[in-house]
């Protein structure tokens, strides 16, 4: 009896080692896919507390543009197989008068993000019409906050066919401006 136990028992701890071993040579493999579907969002940041396009009195009593204001734009894009997404600007309410252009100037994007980033435009003068600011945009990411993605840079000019000298002084124009990210298919 002895000898069986003693025989039981070295086969067992045989069979467990080899059980073991097998283990960790047997290997399985399936394939994972992972799916994410098209999403797409924007994001502005700004450092200045006064988002006002200033008009000041210049030399001579003729007005001239104030400072201009920055504000950065931010976005997150997952896009399909051949497609792209692309951001565009309107004016949302507000009357600019017919003497002034508000013009919006796009910087290339800071690096701080990765991916397929956009490319921005030549300067556009604001208008209720949606117009590309950034096209091309693939999936990828900018960073969020200040000093990444696009720096925005709005300055007013006078209409060249104006006399500044005409400008009424006393005026307060205020407008929404409108970023709207769309799918290229």
């Known amino acids: 009896m002895l000898h069986n136990i003693k025989t039981y028992g070295i086969l067992l701890t045989l069979f467990i080692s080899s059980v073991l071993y097998a283990q960790d040579t047997n290997t399985t493999q399936f394939p994972v896919q992972l799916s994410i579907p098209a ?18 009195e210049g030399t001579e009593h003729e007005l ?46 800071a690096g701080e993000g990765s991916g397929i980033l956009g490319k921005p435009s030549k300067p556009v003068i604001l208008s209720y019409y949606p117009q590309a600011i950034i096209t091309d945009i693939g999936s990828c990411y900018t960073g969020q906050g200040i000093s990444k993605g696009h720096l925005l840079t709005y300055t007013w000019e006078f209409d060249p066919d104006y006399d500044p000298k005409d400008f009424k002084k006393d005026i307060n124009i205020e407008i929404c401006v409108a970023y709207t990210i769309t799918n290229n298919e």
């Open 39 to 56: 999403k797409a969002c924007i994001y502005l940041a700004s450092s200045e507390n006064n988002d006002s396009l200033l008009i000041t």
């Open 64 to 109: 001239s543009p104030g400072s201009p204001r920055k504000t950065w734009i931010n976005y997150s894009s997952v896009v399909e197989e051949n497609s792209t997404n692309t951001i565009s600007v309107s004016l949302s309410y507000g009357n600019i008068p017919a003497e002034v252009n508000v013009r919006l100037n796009v910087s290339e994007d």
